[in-house]
């Protein structure tokens, strides 16, 4: 019981270390807590699998009048997020100097805040606190990209807090209307699940449709994916791997839970596996126009949250599994290529795609890197994309028969613009460009660390 709160709150109490620490440890302070919230997370996953439990819980009450309390739960499915953001959180931690410059206390204090709002979210046992940790989180990752982000970040800062606004309002609104519908009111996920055959079919579908744009924004998918590329171009790189590795995942786990509590979505289910079709398929097509290495690399998240969509609405063991499998190895991976992707811009001076050559020359270690990741975001056997995409495509063709084929298209769109990338800016050794700047050796570190991660749950996944 205590291991959930603890693990939440590792990152505030660093916080308290750091604001009496001097400036100059603030960088150790953010890789040390990263390190014990990673440490922790193995705990809790050795706890689960030895034990067999399916369920951990926690909770003090705060308003009985409201059904409100300071409730922690972890299920399997939160449980491999968990994971997933302890893992790119330690990543990201690792390289925090190398991109920021001299980490201060600002900088630390941001992203502490940030990894203790985003464990809460997938450890939140009522909508309540999800909705008071997703909030924080996003605020946090603005800063990030306000402060730390390239030349137009002002202006990719403001947009990304402007869909972020709509987003959190269109979720606040339905969870005080699902509260006001559920039967007795009561803000706790588990309660609302049992007592969903009891919400009237009006509740549910104003619900329904505030919670799907809510959760289309964060993803994000089509038509609402425009702030996506312009956040990603210009937050510094360590913003980039928490928002993608991380806070996109928001947007699926809240679809995940919206499919839970309300059963009018399972009327709808082949309209939205559609959608997120569509999302995927137009994604992956715009990703092939790109010549700006970040957002190309924006525009291939933006496919692969929507096959995770096409997962969650085909409603079944194998599309629910295989879509927590994949958020938990696009969490991984985009870390790792905007890693990668951010180490370019730092030795070359630049991300145009045109301008980089022979990568493979000056730095092959990065390059073999880029490659794996690349194979790993494909699903090649071995690594977790492999299982995410199997069942994926298993749950979609069980639920919606041959349509549920069509997401291989997305896949190979996006293998191809990879391939062709790397073909350009890694393997072209004859035309090889020289560097201005040395590669970071906590770059290569935290790149072997994400890409060891993938392999170690593609081979081992009955772990989570």
């Known amino acids: 019981m205590l291991l959930l709160p603890i693990m939440l709150f590792v990152p505030l109490f660093f916080l308290v270390i750091l604001m009496v620490s001097d400036k100059r440890y603030a960088h150790d302070i953010t890789v040390a807590s990263s390190s014990i919230v990673l440490i922790l997370s193995a705990a809790v996953l050795y706890l689960v699998h030895t034990n067999g439990l399916a369920y951990l819980s926690a909770s003090i009450a705060y308003i009985p009048t409201l059904n409100l309390g300071f409730s922690l739960s972890l299920s399997q499915p939160s449980l491999i997020l968990l994971i997933m953001t302890a893992v790119v959180f330690f990543a990201s931690s690792l390289v925090g100097e190398y991109f920021i410059g001299k980490v201060g206390r600002v900088y630390s204090t941001v992203f502490l805040v940030a990894e203790t709002a985003s464990l809460g979210v997938f450890m939140a046992a009522n909508l309540f606190l999800l909705y008071l940790f997703w909030e924080v989180a996003e605020v946090m990752v603005f800063f990030i990209i306000f402060l730390y982000g390239g030349y137009n970040r002002r202006y990719a800062s403001i947009k990304f807090l402007i869909y972020s606004i709509i987003s959190s309002l269109l979720l606040l609104i339905g969870i005080i209307v699902l509260y006001n519908s559920v039967t007795p009111h009561s803000f706790d996920i588990g309660a609302i699940i049992g007592a969903s055959q009891s919400i009237p079919l009006k509740a549910q579908l104003e619900v329904l449709v505030l919670f799907l744009v809510a959760f289309m924004i964060k993803m994000p998918a089509f038509p609402f994916h425009s702030w996506l590329p312009d956040a990603h171009t210009e937050a510094p790189t360590t913003g980039s791997m928490i928002l993608a590795g991380v806070l996109l995942k928001f947007g699926g786990y809240g679809l995940y839970l919206m499919f839970l509590m309300l059963p009018i979505a399972a009327h709808y289910s082949l309209y939205l596996f559609l959608i997120f079709l569509v999302s995927t398929i137009y994604s992956a097509y715009v990703c092939l126009s790109q010549r700006n290495i970040k957002r190309l690399i924006a525009y291939t998240s933006i496919t692969d949250m929507g096959i995770v969509g096409v997962g969650i609405t085909a409603m079944n063991a194998f599309g629910y599994n295989g879509a927590m499998y994949a958020m938990f190895n696009h ?13 370019l811009d730092e030795v070359y001076g630049t991300l145009e795609i045109d301008k980089i050559k022979g990568v493979v020359k000056n730095f092959p270690g990065m390059a073999y890197l880029f490659i794996l990741g690349t194979f790993a975001a494909l699903g090649l056997p071995l690594t977790t994309g492999f299982i995410a995409d199997l069942l994926i495509l298993i749950g979609a063709v069980g639920a919606f028969g041959v349509l549920g084929v069509i997401p291989i298209v997305g896949i ?9 990338l790397i073909e350009r800016v890694f393997m072209s050794a004859s035309k090889a460009v020289e560097p201005y700047n040395p590669l970071g050796v906590s770059v290569m570190i935290s790149g072997v660390f994400l890409i060891a991660v993938s392999i170690l749950f593609g081979i081992l996944p009955f772990l989570v």
Do not use: M, Q
């Open 331 to 343: 969490g991984v991976i985009i870390a790792l290529l905007f890693l990668l992707a951010g180490s």
């Open 412 to 420: 190979i769109i996006i293998g191809a613009a990879l391939f062709w």
